[in-house]
């Protein structure tokens, strides 16, 4: 009964911002590392933004380190990334994903374009 339910998403202009959202139910989500991943047309899907269990510790994919920011609230079971100066370059579908493991939400969709 893992799930992770993404929200958030949705049509932004370029320079804009975004904060999704990604409940999580059905492990123990404070003792899980947890990530973001997206996929843009015609392209694989990438690691985008990784988070410890305690959220002391981050990484980033070079397109996106400055720009974007993830966090946790382990007391809310929820997983955020925060996206600043948009660009069109980061129209996907934004996935969270527990990092060891093959659970995947559904998805949401980001559109960056003027």
């Known amino acids: 009964q893992v799930q992770l339910v993404e929200s958030g998403g949705g049509l932004v202009q370029p320079g804009g911002s975004l904060r999704l959202s990604c409940a999580a139910s059905g492990f123990t989500f404070s003792l899980s590392a947890m990530s973001w991943y997206h996929q843009a047309p015609g392209k694989e899907r990438e690691l985008v933004a990784y988070i410890s269990p305690s959220g002391t510790n981050t990484n980033y994919a070079a397109s996106v380190k400055g720009r974007f920011t993830i966090s946790r609230d382990n007391a809310k079971n929820t997983v955020y990334l925060q996206m600043n100066s948009l660009k069109p370059e980061d129209t996907a579908v934004y996935y969270c994903?527990?990092?060891?493991?093959?659970?995947w939400g559904q998805g949401t969709q980001v559109t960056v374009s003027s």
């Open positions: 994903k527990v990092y060891r493991r093959d659970y």
